[in-house]
């Protein structure tokens, strides 16, 4: 029993190890048409394959890879693909690779496979030909007996394509009679597997022709295929064009026939390709030809032909080109000209009333030079109305369009001063017997537009008073718009001349409707209305713009010297803070006004170190002050009406800092110096600002705060700079510093 037992677990353990065992399994591919070599050989195997596909299935899972392809890297694994991790077991190895034959094998992969080695494929090349193909001429008769030189019925340049269903190879029959001395007209495929193939021949002027080709091993001796090629039928095609609108002559007649036409064109289309061509125009070098277009060489079939000329109906006719053209001759086509009228358009004046009874000379309601456009919506022709009371006796206020083709227009007739007017008009052959198009032109309605312009500071009168009114505004500028055109005008400004037209600008004869109306002073806002100009404007009077004073301040400036402490207390005399002989100049970006601060003490006792800027309007503006020896400061201010009481800026400029070589007191430190970035500050008493100059005096940063103990300046260009620092007691000092 014991001795049964431990053979059950021994089988056990056998079988265990069989489950889920695997193998790698390398498949060699060699090229059975390589001689192997004879003997031991240095190197890759010459026959082993690199490249070739290898796929490897149990019915179920396919695994697939390639043969090593590399000389050098695949020294040892070249022309051999390992699957790797197999389970044992029967698989179909199928191995692939262009030019050659697919082969599948079966194969049992068990565990000593390692010891036994993979199965070994060997590939059959595929067997190929080169496939000459002949193209010959079949029109062309073949010579009798033997001849010298190339063939007359070979095609060079014929285009060849062969195929199998799946593939296709293409090539072009030899066309150089000395390159090509034993290959003209002929096509080589080369490389080409054996099987059946169909065979394409094609060359312009030829019919295309197909045939089926059973290509062997044995073409070399019973040569390739022959294609002869049909040349495609062709007739020149004579189309005659006349003008059907010419009677023949009677009888006989000598020269070209009066009813051709030379110098048509002639379209042809069989739906895909065009000919074209122009019937002969040259009686003498057109003797034969005249009136005639011959389209050569045309294939044989059915064509659409169109002829055009100016001044006739387009004609498009189908014909029938067929091999007995010579004989039946071609199609003549006869172009009927297009119908004209010459079209007079009668211009009037609306507002003239005509004359009652017989009168002599022009009418006087004829327009002459209005301008008038006759339009189908594709053409158009103008004209003017005759406006020369001599020359135009009989045509004045006409404009005649000669040669319109009857149809229906669309007439237009326009002239300065009177509104355009539009009109449709069909124009049939009976025009003389029924009349032509009169258009009657309406002026424009105008007026003359008064506008008034008051000053609306100015308090009028209190009752009756003598003389001009003192609210007008002589001399303001009226522009009046319509969104187009624009008038201008000024209002009357000479209490003599304009005493009734004082302050008032007329515009004259302004078409009816809605305008702008903006009327602009020196020292008054300017001011825009729309008015709304009607023909009772005379009873109604025009508009009266008034316009508002610019308001304005003066506009104290006063400069100090901000390095100077005030007294402490009332002191007597002018404050030695301010400073004299300053320059301010106050801009709004567009205008400046300057002035300078003053200087004497005696004179200016109550105006020493201030600027006053007269008659300034309300607005911001930038306040620049400077003076020699100190910084140059602007500042921006925000004038308004209220400045009398609350006073003007106080600019208060700093000396430009100069030849200072050390800290001007014991109390403020600043290190380290030179500095490349941060400046420490150290002082007894709070830093509340610290500004930074060049050596000209110009602010380059400032930095504010409690108590200042840093400053960054590396973003400075290296230099020397001076730094003025102020503390909370507003105690100034003044440091140079080297940035490096």
Same mark, same amino acid.
């Given at each position: 029993?014991?001795?049964?037992?431990?053979?059950?677990?021994?089988?056990?353990?056998?079988?265990?190890?069989?489950?889920?065992? #695997?193998? +790698?399994? =390398?498949?060699?591919?060699?090229? &059975? %048409?390589? /001689? @192997?070599?004879?003997?031991? *050989?240095?190197? $890759? !195997?010459?026959?082993?394959?690199?490249?070739?596909?290898?796929?490897?299935?149990?019915?179920?899972?396919?695994?697939?890879?390639?043969?090593?392809?590399?000389?050098?890297?695949?020294?040892?694994?070249?022309?051999?693909?390992?699957?790797?991790?197999?389970?044992?077991?029967?698989?179909?190895?199928?191995?692939?690779?262009?030019?050659?034959?697919?082969?599948?094998?079966?194969?049992?992969?068990?565990?000593?496979?390692?010891?036994?080695?993979?199965?070994?494929?060997?590939?059959?090349?595929?067997? #190929?030909? +080169?496939? =000459?193909?002949?193209?010959?001429? &079949? %029109?062309? /008769? @073949?010579?009798?007996?033997? *001849?010298?030189? $190339? !063939?007359?019925?070979?095609?060079?340049?014929?285009?060849?394509?062969?195929?199998?269903?799946?593939?296709?190879?293409?090539?072009?029959?030899?066309?150089?009679?000395?390159?090509?001395?034993?290959?003209?007209?002929?096509?080589?495929?080369?490389?080409?597997?054996?099987?059946?193939?169909?065979?394409?021949?094609?060359?312009?002027?030829?019919?295309?022709?197909?045939?089926?080709?059973?290509?062997?091993?044995?073409?070399?001796?019973?040569?390739?295929?022959?294609?002869?090629?049909?040349?495609?039928? #062709?007739? +020149?095609? =004579?189309?005659?064009?006349?003008? &059907? %609108?010419? /009677? @023949?002559?009677?009888?006989? *007649?000598?020269? $070209? !026939?009066?009813?051709?036409?030379?110098?048509?064109?002639?379209?042809?289309?069989?739906?895909?390709?065009?000919?074209?061509?122009?019937?002969?125009?040259?009686?003498?070098?057109?003797?034969?030809?005249?009136?005639?277009?011959?389209?050569?060489?045309?294939?044989?079939?059915?064509?659409?032909?169109?002829?055009?000329?100016?001044?006739?109906?387009?004609?498009?006719?189908?014909?029938?080109?067929?091999?007995?053209?010579?004989?039946?001759?071609?199609?003549?086509?006869?172009?009927?000209?297009?119908? #004209?009228? +010459?079209? =007079?358009?009668?211009?009037?004046? &609306? %507002?003239? /009333? @005509?004359?009652?009874?017989? *009168?002599?000379? $022009? !009418?006087?309601?004829?327009?002459?030079?209005?301008?008038?456009?006759?339009?189908?919506?594709?053409?158009?022709?103008?004209?003017?109305?005759?406006?020369?009371?001599?020359?135009?006796?009989?045509?004045?206020?006409?404009?005649?369009?000669?040669?319109?083709?009857?149809?229906?227009?669309?007439?237009?007739?326009?002239?300065?001063?009177?509104?355009?007017?539009?009109?449709?008009?069909?124009?049939?052959?009976?025009?003389?017997?029924?009349?032509?198009?009169?258009?009657?032109?309406?002026?424009?309605?105008?007026?003359?537009?008064?506008?008034?312009?008051?000053?609306?500071?100015?308090?009028?009168?209190?009752?009756?008073?003598?003389?001009?009114?003192?609210?007008?505004?002589?001399?303001?500028?009226?522009?009046?718009?319509?969104?187009?055109?624009?008038?201008?005008?000024?209002?009357?400004?000479?209490?003599?001349?304009?005493?009734?037209?004082?302050?008032?600008?007329?515009?004259?004869?302004?078409?009816?409707?809605?305008?702008?109306?903006?009327?602009?002073?020196?020292?008054?806002?300017?001011?825009?209305?729309?008015?709304?100009?009607?023909?009772?404007?005379?009873?109604?009077?025009?508009?009266?713009?008034?316009?508002?004073?610019?308001?304005?301040?003066?506009?104290?400036?006063?400069?100090?010297?901000?390095?100077?402490?005030?007294?402490?207390?009332?002191?007597?005399?002018?404050?030695?803070?301010?400073?004299?002989?300053?320059?301010?100049?106050?801009?709004?970006?567009?205008?400046?006004?300057?002035?300078?601060?003053?200087?004497?003490?005696?004179?200016?006792?109550?105006?020493?170190?201030?600027?006053?800027?007269?008659?300034?309007?309300?607005?911001?503006?930038?306040?620049?002050?400077?003076?020699?020896?100190?910084?140059?400061?602007?500042?921006?201010?925000?004038?308004?009406?209220?400045?009398?009481?609350?006073?003007?800026?106080?600019?208060?400029?700093?000396?430009?800092?100069?030849?200072?070589?050390?800290?001007?007191?014991?109390?403020?430190?600043?290190?380290?110096?030179?500095?490349?970035?941060?400046?420490?500050?150290?002082?007894?008493?709070?830093?509340?600002?610290?500004?930074?100059?060049?050596?000209?005096?110009?602010?380059?940063?400032?930095?504010?705060?409690?108590?200042?103990?840093?400053?960054?300046?590396?973003?400075?260009?290296?230099?020397?700079?001076?730094?003025?620092?102020?503390?909370?007691?507003?105690?100034?000092?003044?440091?140079?510093?080297?940035?490096?």
């Amino acid at each position: 029993m014991k001795r049964f037992t431990m053979f059950l677990m021994a089988a056990i353990m056998a079988i265990g190890s069989v489950i889920g065992q #695997t193998e +790698n399994l =390398p498949v060699i591919v060699k090229d &059975a %048409s390589v /001689t @192997p070599p004879i003997g031991p *050989s240095i190197g $890759i !195997d010459p026959t082993l394959l690199g490249g070739a596909s290898v796929s490897v299935t149990d019915g179920v899972d396919t695994w697939t890879g390639t043969t090593g392809n590399d000389a050098v890297a695949d020294e040892f694994g070249f022309g051999i693909a390992t699957i790797m991790d197999l389970p044992l077991g029967t698989y179909d190895i199928t191995v692939s690779m262009d030019g050659f034959v697919t082969q599948t094998i079966p194969f049992d992969l068990t565990s000593d496979v390692t010891t036994q080695g993979g199965p070994t494929v060997s590939l059959v090349p595929v067997p #190929t030909e +080169n496939l =000459p193909v002949i193209v010959k001429d &079949a %029109s062309v /008769t @073949p010579p009798i007996g033997p *001849s010298i030189g $190339i !063939d007359p019925t070979l095609l060079g340049g014929a285009s060849v394509s062969v195929t199998d269903g799946v593939d296709t190879w293409a090539g072009t029959t030899g066309n150089d009679a000395v390159a090509d001395e034993f290959g003209f007209g002929i096509a080589t495929i080369m490389d080409l597997p054996l099987g059946i193939y169909d065979i394409t021949v094609s060359m312009d002027g030829f019919v295309t022709q197909t045939i089926s080709f059973d290509l062997t091993s044995d073409v070399t001796t019973q040569g390739g295929p022959t294609v002869s090629l049909v040349p495609v039928p #062709t007739e +020149n095609l =004579p189309i005659i064009v006349k003008d &059907a %609108s010419v /009677t @023949p002559p009677i009888g006989p *007649s000598i020269g $070209i !026939d009066p009813t051709l036409l030379g110098g048509a064109s002639v379209s042809v289309t069989d739906g895909v390709d065009n000919w074209t061509g122009t019937t002969g125009n040259d009686a003498m070098a057109d003797e034969f030809g005249f009136g005639i277009a011959t389209i050569m060489d045309l294939p044989l079939g059915t064509y659409d032909i169109t002829v055009s000329m100016d001044g006739f109906v387009t004609q498009t006719i189908s014909f029938d080109l067929t091999s007995d053209v010579t004989t039946q001759g071609g199609p003549t086509v006869s172009l009927v000209p297009v119908p #004209t009228e +010459n079209l =007079p358009v009668i211009v009037k004046d &609306a %507002s003239v /009333t @005509p004359p009652i009874g017989p *009168s002599i000379g $022009i !009418d006087p309601t004829l327009l002459g030079g209005a301008s008038v456009s006759v339009t189908d919506g594709v053409d158009t022709w103008t004209g003017t109305t005759g406006n020369d009371a001599v020359a135009d006796e009989f045509g004045f206020g006409i404009a005649t369009i000669m040669d319109l083709p009857l149809g229906t227009y669309d007439i237009t007739v326009s002239m300065d001063g009177f509104v355009t007017q539009t009109i449709s008009f069909d124009l049939t052959s009976d025009v003389t017997t029924q009349g032509v198009p009169t258009v009657s032109l309406v002026p424009v309605p105008t007026e003359n537009l008064p506008v008034i312009v008051k000053d609306a500071s100015v308090t009028p009168p209190i009752g009756p008073s003598i003389g001009i009114d003192p609210t007008l505004l002589g001399g303001a500028t009226v522009s009046v718009t319509d969104g187009v055109d624009t008038w201008t005008g000024t209002t009357g400004n000479d209490a003599m001349a304009d005493e009734f037209g004082f302050g008032i600008a007329t515009i004259m004869d302004l078409p009816l409707g809605t305008y702008d109306i903006t009327v602009s002073m020196d020292g008054f806002v300017t001011q825009t209305i729309s008015f709304d100009l009607t023909s009772d404007v005379t009873t109604q009077g025009g508009p009266t713009v008034s316009l508002v004073p610019v308001p304005t301040e003066n506009l104290p400036v006063i400069v100090k010297d901000a390095s100077v402490t005030p007294p402490i207390g009332p002191s007597i005399g002018i404050d030695p803070t301010l400073l004299g002989g300053a320059t301010v100049s106050v801009t709004d970006g567009v205008d400046t006004w300057t002035g300078t601060t003053g200087n004497d003490a005696m004179a200016d006792e109550f105006g020493f170190g201030i600027a006053t800027i007269m008659d300034l309007p309300l607005g911001t503006y930038d306040i620049t002050v400077s003076m020699t020896g100190y910084v140059s400061q602007t500042i921006s201010f925000d004038l308004t009406s209220d400045v009398t009481t609350q006073g003007g800026p106080t600019v208060s400029l700093v000396p430009v800092p100069t030849s200072i070589d050390k800290n001007e007191s014991s109390t403020l430190s600043v290190y380290p110096n030179p500095t490349a970035d941060f400046v420490n500050i150290q002082s007894e008493v709070a830093i509340r600002s610290v500004e930074v100059f060049s050596t000209g005096g110009a602010l380059i940063k400032r930095f504010d705060g409690e108590a200042i103990s840093q400053i960054n300046i590396a973003e400075l260009v290296n230099g020397i700079y001076i730094i003025k620092t102020t503390d909370r007691n507003r105690n100034q000092q003044i440091t140079k510093i080297n940035k490096h």
